[in-house]
């Protein structure tokens, strides 16, 4: 693989680059969006196929105050569709990889162990993570080799997620398979009565498209020339999984489940709804400081959010969908609940969940600029596209800044290292109390101000747009913790 997309992107970027230095230019009307992949494989009938839970990774052993795992990438062939047999890259050969459970404060170390054919890298999404252990994209681990991640987990209870973070790569890895779920728990969630146990769902959400064989398609890397850059907009498959299974069916009792919605597909935002109330317990970095209950939920690539859904609100027999609302046709169911039968509910919801401190953005020294646009054969963050060595700025330890980023078409923005909080939206403050986040979906042609604080580790992370198509054709910037 020696040709990549960064090649053609190096050929046409001073042409790009000029082209996207114009301010006002009608360029969003040529700006490329997401493309469906229509998948020529039999599809299922939705709600068919049983909901999975994806396995509880277990520990290699426990010592010194921390937990080892150990994750082998494989090729694998499993049954997504029905009756087909799928190629995947799984974590321990399994799509999605098994979930690991981790403690706040006690360190988890996870031993990745690579036997695929090509390089990975492994990052934590939403993890507090020192620089060595935190995934930049050129620190690969190569076919046959191994890396320890040390994953200190000095951060709250939340759903993060774990997937591959390859320079150029990342979208068709993560599309083949390679992302997990990574529950962070602590004490102070536990005192809680949230809904626990079976009705702690994690429920990582992915779109896909099959070859009439059941082989996952993706934009070829190599083959015809001009393939991948069609696709540069991003890749929506047409069969939305949860959880590896296609539009699948959870029977559920008449009680409080939390749902942990991670949105793990490469370019589709959904807006998701039952019908009902869905009560927001927590956003990517955990807790609310309250509930707030909302009828539809908008989710971009890269983010979470934790909701409990009371079925006890519906009589046996009835069947509840979660359905995306910002999706066509099959596109727009995702799962249905069938209530099943009564049980005991001790679970509650109370009326407050966590503290959550208000970053103050009269206290930041610096304001920070990142613009993000098109640039033609690629995508570009203040005009230019990722170069590793790069510090496009170097934050000092301890400060809290404001960044600013802009947008010309959607991008769903991550930071590494810290979470954020999100100071207004085209200059407006967002509703409710502040909450912590680590990926915000810039709308098309947004300005959105977030504050964070640079914290525990110096060394150099990323920001990047986790529209994966976009971030592989160069929408990502490094920076340094000074
Ligand atoms: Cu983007």
Redesign the pocket.
């Known amino acids: 693989m020696t040709s990549t997309r960064r090649d053609v992107l190096r050929l046409l970027g001073l042409g790009a680059v000029a082209v996207a230095g114009v301010p006002g230019c009608s360029l969003i009307a040529g700006t490329p969006q997401p493309q469906l992949l229509t998948s020529a494989a039999p599809l299922p009938r939705p709600y068919a196929v049983p909901l999975p839970i994806p396995e509880l990774a277990k520990p290699v052993r426990s010592a010194g105050g921390a937990d080892f795992y150990e994750l082998t990438e494989r090729a694998a062939e499993v049954e997504v569709l029905p009756g087909l047999r799928t190629g995947v890259w799984g974590y321990g050969g399994t799509f999605p990889g098994p979930t690991i459970e981790a403690r706040a404060g006690r360190r988890t170390v996870v031993k990745l162990v690579n036997q695929l054919g090509e390089p990975t890298v492994l990052h934590l999404h939403g993890g507090h993570t020192p620089p060595e252990s935190d995934g930049f994209p050129t620190d690969l681990v190569a076919p046959g080799a191994s890396r320890e991640y040390v994953f200190p987990l000095e951060q709250r209870a939340a759903t993060l997620w774990y997937h591959d973070h390859r320079m150029d790569y990342t979208g068709p890895q993560v599309w083949r398979g390679l992302a997990g779920m990574f529950l962070v728990r602590d004490a102070e969630e536990e005192a809680l009565p949230l809904p626990a146990g079976e009705r702690d769902l994690p429920l990582l959400i992915c779109d896909r498209s099959f070859a009439a064989d059941g082989t996952m398609l993706y934009p070829a890397l190599e083959g015809r020339p001009g393939v991948r850059e069609a696709y540069m907009g991003g890749v929506l498959g047409d069969v939305i999984l949860v959880n590896g299974a296609p539009w699948p069916e959870l029977r559920v009792v008449r009680a409080r489940y939390r749902l942990r919605l991670c949105n793990a597909s490469n370019s589709r935002t959904y807006e998701l709804a039952t019908g009902g109330p869905l009560v927001r317990i927590g956003s990517d970095g955990g807790l609310l400081a309250q509930p707030r209950t909302v009828r539809q939920l908008r989710l971009a690539p890269g983010e979470r959010a934790d909701v409990v859904v009371d079925f006890s609100a519906y009589k046996v027999g009835q069947q509840v969908e979660l359905r995306n609302l910002a999706g066509e046709g099959a596109q727009a169911r995702v799962m249905r609940f069938a209530v099943d039968r009564d049980e005991r509910d001790e679970s509650a919801v109370p009326a407050r969940l966590s503290t959550v401190e208000a970053l103050d953005p009269g206290k930041a020294k610096v304001t920070r600029e990142f613009e993000?646009s098109s640039g033609g054969m690629g995508?570009l963050i203040n005009g230019k596209p990722f170069d590793p060595k790069r510090m496009e700025a170097r934050p000092r330890l301890g400060d809290v800044e404001v960044w600013r980023l802009t947008s010309d078409v959607?991008?769903?923005v991550h930071l590494h290292l810290d979470h954020f909080q999100v100071l207004t939206v085209n200059g407006e403050r967002p509703q409710g109390p502040p909450e912590w986040k680590d990926t915000v979906e810039l709308r098309e042609a947004q300005t959105v101000e977030i504050v964070t604080r640079f914290t525990d580790y110096r060394g150099r992370y990323v920001l990047h747009?986790h529209?994966l198509e976009?971030e592989d054709m160069a929408?990502m910037a490094a920076f340094e913790v000074v």
């Open positions: 993000f995508w959607a991008h769903p747009c529209n976009h929408m």
